[in-house]
């Protein structure tokens, strides 16, 4: 599947919506990045202003073979159990979105027990990945299943104004850190943490599994779908896959925190005109998540100490991109009030 149909985002609306910021009352860049981030929105969207009234988390669960090398103490039966709290409404991500008003779509790419439930979206590619530090997480064929299976999710819901990524997986933060290991040419050491609260034992067993399962796959930096296949997980195809078919759609879309952002990287090195249609919602406890947003040229909004998952923070984050849309069209100018800017400095500067 060929996902390089990306535009650039739409100049025109952009210099409109600057224009329009520039000349609110106030000093010149005093809302800081809110003002960024209505600019941002109008090249993405094609035209200044309006709302971000249709909201939604996409949350995709898959399990993680490398669970079978003893690196955490956390049973893989939380996948489907945490998987199934999601869909029913009861978990961390529903409490949040149901404040910013968004829902949430949960799909089932690789969850290891079978899970056939009417609010959990049958999207299955394999029943969890192999073991990688033994051999390949998965096929090429595999992970493009994956990636299609993500992108089909955000055609599913192209009608929505803004869309969220999370995810679910026992052991995703181990796929994570060797993915990102490999497309930084950085040590596993700098981007694996602890993850679901593992003991210093388990932690060195992580560290181990991972360098070797990199060693005996040998991934190819620069091939993306090579990476992923080999040492990756279904949960981070199926994110690179949707936030490719974000920027085809033309939909903003909110990165949640280290999976999340992952998968980002991935959309980004396959087509990085994609990075321009996101947003980073919260920065990550998961030590690994800095390296990776900076990467992409994203700064994240929040510093909440959060390392749920879920696409938690994606709710937070839809309430902060309508604040600065209606900064843009709800804040008068000096023309329309009775201001004289001429003594204001330009705070940008």
């Known amino acids: 599947m060929d996902y390089s149909d990306v535009l650039?985002?739409?100049?025109?609306?952009?210099?409109?919506?600057?224009?329009?910021?520039?000349?609110l009352s106030k000093p010149l860049g005093s809302l800081g990045r809110l003002e960024e981030y209505a600019v941002q929105l109008a090249g993405i969207r094609g035209h200044m202003g309006g709302?971000?009234?249709?909201?939604?988390?996409?949350?995709?669960?898959?399990?993680?073979?490398?669970?079978?090398?003893?690196?955490?103490?956390?049973p893989q039966e939380v996948t489907p159990m945490q998987t199934i709290n999601i869909a029913n409404g009861v978990a961390?991500?529903?409490?949040?979105?149901?404040h910013a008003g968004a829902d949430v779509f949960v799909y089932n790419v690789g969850v290891a027990q079978p899970l056939k439930r009417k609010n959990i979206i049958d999207a299955l590619v394999m029943h969890g990945t192999n073991?990688?530090?033994?051999?390949?997480?998965?096929?090429?064929?595999?992970?493009?299943?994956?990636?299609?299976?993500?992108?089909?999710?955000?055609?599913?819901?192209?009608?929505?104004?803004?869309?969220?990524l999370g995810e679910m997986g026992i052991c995703n933060t181990s796929t994570t850190a060797a993915v990102a290991s490999v497309l930084l040419q950085k040590p596993v050491g700098i981007l694996a943490g602890k993850g679901?609260?593992?003991?210093?034992?388990?932690?060195e067993r992580k560290i181990a599994a991972i360098e070797r399962a990199i060693e005996i796959n040998s991934p190819d930096p620069h091939d993306v779908r090579d990476v992923i296949s080999?040492?990756?997980?279904?949960?981070?195809?199926?994110?690179?896959?949707?936030?490719?078919?974000?920027?085809?759609?033309?939909?903003?879309?909110?990165?949640?925190g280290f999976i999340s952002a992952c998968a980002a990287l991935c959309a980004q090195r396959l087509v990085p005109m994609?990075?321009?249609?996101?947003?980073?919602?919260?920065?990550?406890e998961e030590q690994g998540y800095l390296p990776i947003i900076k990467a992409l040229g994203l700064s994240p909004a929040l510093m909440l100490n959060m390392r749920l998952g879920e696409g938690s923070g994606c709710p937070l984050m839809f309430t902060i991109l309508e604040a600065s849309l209606r900064v843009l069209e709800d804040m008068g100018t000096f023309e329309e009030g009775s201001i004289d800017p001429s003594g204001f400095v330009d705070l940008r500067k």
């Open 196 to 203: 679901a609260g593992i003991t210093d034992e388990h932690y």
């Open 131 to 164: 073991d990688m530090a033994k051999e390949p997480a998965m096929t090429r064929a595999q992970c493009e299943k994956a990636m299609k299976a993500g992108y089909d999710a955000v055609a599913a819901h192209a009608e929505y104004d803004v869309i969220g």
């Open 92 to 98: 961390g991500v529903n409490a949040l979105a149901a």
């Open 51 to 74: 709302s971000l009234t249709k909201r939604c988390v996409l949350v995709f669960a898959a399990d993680n073979g490398i669970y079978e090398e003893s690196i955490t103490p956390v």
């Open 8 to 23: 650039p985002l739409c100049e025109n609306a952009m210099i409109d919506a600057r224009e329009r910021v520039d000349s």
């Open 230 to 256: 080999k040492v990756g997980g279904l949960d981070i195809a199926a994110m690179t896959g949707a936030y490719l078919a974000c920027a085809h759609y033309k939909i903003p879309v909110v990165i949640d």
């Open 274 to 284: 994609s990075a321009s249609y996101m947003f980073a919602s919260h920065q990550s």
